[in-house]
């Protein structure tokens, strides 16, 4: 909201602190940017994770720092001391932070201002720099194609990546798909990734398409929706059709709410009424 997405990255560089974003932030500043190291937690990458368990002081801006994003606590070190700078009182208390209510913004210049002169030990860079690279390896394994008979979500993910223009947006939202953009997709410009993942909102996909691509009608939107979350929603496609409002819907089939379906497997249930062979 406070449009400081370039002061933090600057922040960042500036000071030599390695950059990782939540479910919410990514978008803000591009993959490759010096300073980025991946995104962070419960389905984010291991080269953000490691510099989070390793970090002694984490600046959290604008984050909620919910279970996704902490690891349900076991990302961070536990005798980690949290700078919180949020507009709420409310997530800036979280986790015994010292807490900055303050506009992201105009509370990162102060700080910028105040640390003047000073810099991280170039080693800690570096550390952030590498664990990236390692991280950028493994996404190239996983995502490459090797001729099987179904691709993968990942793999997907990364044709779609590579295919898509600088300034074309990504949109997605629930099932299984959150965490395979969240770590695969590699944002080409800021703000061009929309993942509505706060309440895993089904249906989301492309209804929020719509309302993007009628704010930027020169950008290409693209949605990437599992054939779940497709079922809540999809006469939406009527909607954009009647609105004259061109969207690219990339429709992975696993078969019924698979998501679900493992989450019902991994607490020890069996599986019920999620896949379409079972029904």
Avoid at 29 to 45: F, N, Q, R
Avoid at 105 to 131: F, I, N, P, R, Y
Avoid at 245 to 269: E, P, S, Y
Wanted: hydrophobic share 45%; net charge negative.
């Amino acid at each position: 909201y406070s449009g400081a997405e370039k002061e933090v990255a600057d922040f960042a560089l500036k000071h030599g602190l390695p950059m990782a974003e939540t479910i919410a932030g990514k978008g803000a500043v591009t993959h490759d940017h010096p300073a980025h190291v991946g995104p962070i937690g419960v389905v984010g990458s291991s080269s953000a994770n490691e510099m989070a368990g390793a970090a002694d002081v984490i600046i959290a801006i604008g984050t909620r720092l919910q279970d996704f994003t902490t690891g349900s606590w076991t990302v961070f070190a536990h005798d980690a001391q949290f700078v919180s700078i949020n507009a709420a009182r409310y997530d800036a208390t979280k986790h015994r932070a010292l807490a900055v209510v303050g506009d992201a913004k105009e509370t990162v210049a102060e700080l910028k201002a105040g640390l003047s002169g000073w810099k991280a030990d170039a080693a800690w860079t570096a550390k952030g720099k590498t664990a990236f690279k390692g991280w950028n390896a493994l996404l190239d394994e996983h995502q490459k194609l090797n001729n099987e008979p179904v691709p993968t979500y990942a793999q997907v993910v990364n044709v779609v990546n590579a295919a898509a223009g600088e300034k074309d947006t990504l949109i997605a939202a629930a099932g299984g798909i959150p965490g395979e953009v969240a770590k695969g997709w590699r944002v080409k410009a800021p703000n061009t990734f929309d993942l509505e993942f706060g309440f895993s909102c089904m249906g989301y996909e492309i209804a929020g398409a719509i309302g993007v691509k009628m704010a930027e009608p020169k950008r290409e939107v693209i949605v990437m929706v599992g054939d779940g979350s497709y079922l809540m929603m999809n006469s939406e496609l009527a909607t954009s059709i009647l609105l004259g409002v061109k969207l690219t819907v990339i429709l992975l089939d696993n078969r019924g709410f698979g998501c679900i379906n493992r989450l019902q497997r991994a607490t020890g249930g069996e599986s019920f009424n999620n896949l379409l062979e079972h029904t």
